[in-house]
């Protein structure tokens, strides 16, 4: 059965520092494509980190130079490391793994349950 389990996200002061982890199973981990969406309440879902197949990373203008995505298919496991936060980044965020990297469509590939994540200011 297809799951990705995301883990790591919690409380936090701006200016501070989260890792997230998105775990997948009962699918081939390494060839597909990975994405970190965010959802605020009120808000739709978007993206705002991906990373391909071969390594190759995008990023949302609101978090470049801040997090940074990254895999370690022998753990089946994409991070999202998460520098500077501000309270705009309050979300819960959700992994999504697909096998093509169409990103504009939220109805395609696997998704995890979400983790929250809550900057103070």
């Known amino acids: 059965q297809v799951q990705l389990v995301e883990s790591g996200g919690g409380l936090v002061q701006a200016g501070g520092s989260l890792r997230l982890s998105c775990v997948g199973s009962?699918?081939?981990?390494?060839?597909?494509?990975v994405g970190w969406y965010r959802q605020a309440p009120g808000k739709q879902r978007d993206l705002v980190a991906t990373i391909s197949s071969g390594g190759s990373t995008n990023y949302a203008d609101a978090v470049k130079g801040r997090f940074a995505i990254s895999r370690d298919n022998a753990k089946n496991t994409v991070y999202l490391q998460m520098n500077s936060l501000k309270p705009e980044d309050t979300a819960v965020y959700y992994c999504n793994a697909r096998g093509n990297p169409n990103w504009s469509r939220t109805d395609k590939g696997a998704w995890g349950q979400g983790t929250q994540v809550t900057v103070s200011s």
């Open positions: 009962g699918f081939t981990f390494s060839i597909n494509h």
